[in-house]
């Protein structure tokens, strides 16, 4: 295909959407709110989701740190008895030298400074069920059935609430972001459909004289991609300015549980994955669209 | 089934639904730079074999062979390709409204991946031989049905095709203004062109006294190599013919 050609296409392409005018318009409108929508809960989950993956502890899971002063064959010992508690499902080891070592990785300095290894080993336990969490670690602290055990954490009430939410957040999250991926894809269907439906007659022509099938589908998918490219567009602008002022609000909360959670989710990446959905979806849209209308002439 | 002729059908037969077929065992040969009516009361089938010429319209049985290409066996992506072999012509003109006159024929072109030089040669050239250089940038809406019509004939030969294909170009037009496309499709004949019309326009095929092929409830009944329109078999159903 030749210079001059994909200038055509492109012109062609600029034709259709002047010329639909308002509806463009409304599409546009339709398509920002959606990706919007869909772009706002995409990030509430992924960021929820980071703030969950930040907290030491999942949900449903106590940590037993044995003395420091008990020998191995004491955690195993102590290990059997856990096992064998109705609370309990999986039980994990986790001994002193392992924690040195990934105290280590993390922070070199942190154990340079110190001379021995002054970590306990670490029992976590995970509950069979996260309504007995509490239950199990009143159980561990009890200093006559556990001597061994120098302390028990469990992830408080607050804790195993958020968390809890977050996985609400993530599930209904993500389902309204598939239904709104959907939605989103069947406006540029309706759209290009429409634009199809009033170049018919163009279509035809192009057509009887011979245009190939591509010749006939760049301009409207050019149409397409422009509604999800310049949809995405407004939409990031949406979420971005949405987003840092709920980020603002929730750090002037100061609560201790959220804390300073770094995100991978930059501006510019939040908005490069809006416009990647959004051409797809509008470049998905539109050609569903053509691919209907071409089998039936 | 390819041949040496433009056009060649071998036992064609077109059903649209169970009713009597719209073509019904049709043979015909069409050598290439003939020009050729296609005659016939209304619903006699003439649009339908036009439209097997350019397939727009698939046979239900039998052999067809247009410009070399065999239509039963053409690929999909081969058909804009064979498509560019063939210049056609309808009733009511089909332009598009909202460009002009030389936006018209260049899209013919543009759309077939032509460049902006070739394109303007092209379209000018196209414009002196149906005689509408005089205003190129008319909208469709503001010229006359038989400048329309030739308008959309400098469309149809813009590609320079071997075949052209009109559908009751005159259909539209007063006694004047049609026997001047028709000197203008005879032009295009002169110089290499296969021209197939079909009409229910008696002056226009009488004037000629070209070949002549006449069809009635879907089958050949007539082939007259210098033919009118008006034959014994016609004339019982002259009622339906005009
Ligand atoms: N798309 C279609 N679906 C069903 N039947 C059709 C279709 N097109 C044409 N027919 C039928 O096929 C027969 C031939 O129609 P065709 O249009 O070829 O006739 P024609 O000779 O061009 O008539 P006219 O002179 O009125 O244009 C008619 O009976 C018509 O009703
Ligand atoms: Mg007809």
Redesign the interface.
Known sequence: ??P??IL?LLHEGYLNVR?NGLMTFAALGTVAVMLTVLGGSIWSVYRISEYAQHQPQTFNEVDAFMNTSSERDDTLAVMDRVKKLPDASVVHLVTREQAWQDITHQDPTLTESMPDDPLPDKLEIETRDAKNVQHLADLLRDKNAFPELEAVTDAGAEVRMMLAFARLVKLIGGGASLGLFIATMFIVYNTIRLTVFARR??I??????????W??RIPLLLEGLFHGVVGAAVASIIVLFGGRHIAQFVEQLHSPLIGDVPTQATPLRVAACLILIGSFVGLTGSYLSIHRYLKHV | MTSGAMIELKGVTVSYSADAPALKNADLCIERGEFVFIVGPTGAGKSTLLRLLYRGEKVTEGAISVAGYDLNTIANKDVPYFRRKIGIVFQDYGLLPNKTVWENIAFALRVTGAGRSETRRKVQDALEKVGMTHRPDALPGEISGGEQQRVAIARAIVNEPDLMLADEPTGNLDPDTSMGIVQLLKFINERGTTVLVATHDAPIVDSLQKRVVAIVDGSIVRDDERGLYRHQILAGKKGGAN
């Open positions: 295909m030749n001059s050609s055509f010329r007659r163009e035809r022509i192009m057509q009887l004289v011979g245009a190939t099938s010749f006939i």
